[in-house]
């Protein structure tokens, strides 16, 4: 492959959240054109590419992952011609573009599931999942919805039920008809003739369910986690093998490849997955006839893990899918921002999240980094009032849905809702995300948004950070060290995750030089390694 058509290998994504990004109209909802007021911020970071969230005619139930329309902007967004503008600054820039495809499901005001719904006899009216009740006039199955109760919607037209994983205005389309995936790889086609250059699949391991709608197991408690849904949620107590996870999926995945190989495009595919995330990660991106890269959720939840929490996730990686590829990231738009789970327990929020950064812009595999992640932006404590996360709503107050994770960007400290809109945002904007506006952030070269910029540059310095093999060592309680080779060299990595200074001795023949440029102070005398609390060294062999 060339270097241009295998770009993605160890790319640096940053992931924009439309809606918050930047608003250009004053209604107080972010847009395509305030997206292309603000590259030059993104592409000052050193980035490879963006990756935008839905922007597609939707009714909004789900804000954007419900589309009703998957060949056009919705208006609150812009329009056509404003994402080919966006698409052409960005390339101008030297950002690859990469946009959500959500293809498990759509909208209920979709024309196939409003055609679908309408009669047993129509041509499309088996493009969703129906099944008839039981005797007895219930769901067909167990299965249930990741956002509450069963998953089995009535409909009183077909008299059946039809298959949602998620709100039950979303749908589930049916992936064993190949005129569905046909018709979906069309709508692919119409964006990659626009020019993007890549696609983030939303919920990959849903496409396909179990055609016989069999009972979904009971999870045995032990395996119960947190990694994507609550305990408290009735989702979290089943082992979910019927309603997704299909081997089925491959299938579509290589007719996917073969159209994403004709542009040069890429994939990269969400997995939404709690126990098998990692082994799912590593057999949807093994060979060339699946998808390029894949992130699950195993450092999407929880505080800052222990050095051998991450050890055993890459390792668990690398032996599963050793020819795969994976794309590692913290914080998105559906989980609690790591600037939050990392700092908990009285860390120092500054030199954890620098000690975030760095080790995660030096794992093998594919970044991905949220809006406001380079500011150090917290969860936002959002008032039940200003919910509008569906999943939220219903969970309160065990859980606080999305909203949290996704109040507007922080631009300029001193303008209003720091410079996001001037006019009422959908999303209040926390004081204390101002006052770490980009705006500020720049004024401050010892900020972490320079820290970004430092140590992004330091990768691509590096390209072993980026394509090179990973050997983790063993190391004291708190410490994560690891060893990335190829291209002719070899860079040793030493991480302290805990609050005091630590030691590592080297092994015998390791003598590695420092080297300068990534923003950590940890250096080498007498055979150990030297490390402040939250502080990193990177050297080379």
Known sequence: MTPEVDWWRGCVLYQIYPRSFQDSSGDGIGDLAGITRRLAHVASLGVDAIWISPFMTSPMKDFGYDISNYRDVDPIFGTL??????VAEAHRLGLKVVIDQVLSHTSSLHPWFIESRSSRDYPRADWYVW??????????????SVFGGTSWEWDSRRRQYYLHNFLASQPDLNFHNEAVRSALLDDVRFW?????????????NFYFHDATLADNPPLDAGLQSEVMASRNQPYNFQDHVHDKNRPEVLVFFAELRALLDEYGAMAVGEVGERIRGVELMAEYTTGRDRLQMCYAFDFLSGNMPEPQAIRAV??????????????WAFSNHDVE???????????DAERALRLAAGILLTLRGSVCLYQGEELGLTEADVAYEDLVDPYGINFWPEVKGRDGCRTPMAWEAASPHAGFTSGRPWLPVPPEHAARAVDAMEADQGSLLHFYRRLIGFRREHPVLATGAIAFLDAPDGVLVFTRKGGGETLLCVFNLTDRPAAYRLPDGLEPRGLDGHGFAGHVAAGTVHLGDHDGFIGAL
């Open 131 to 144: 099944a008839d009740p039981k005797p007895d006039g219930t769901p067909p199955n167990n299965w249930l």
């Open 81 to 86: 011609g404003d994402f080919d503008a966006l």
């Open 337 to 347: 921002r790591h600037a939050t789970r990392w700092t908990a327990g009285g860390r």
């Open 192 to 204: 990659l003739d626009r020019g993007v250059d890549g696609f983030r699949l939303d919920t990959a």
């Open 314 to 327: 890459v390792e668990r990686f690398e032996a599963a899918g050793p020819e795969g590829w994976a794309c």
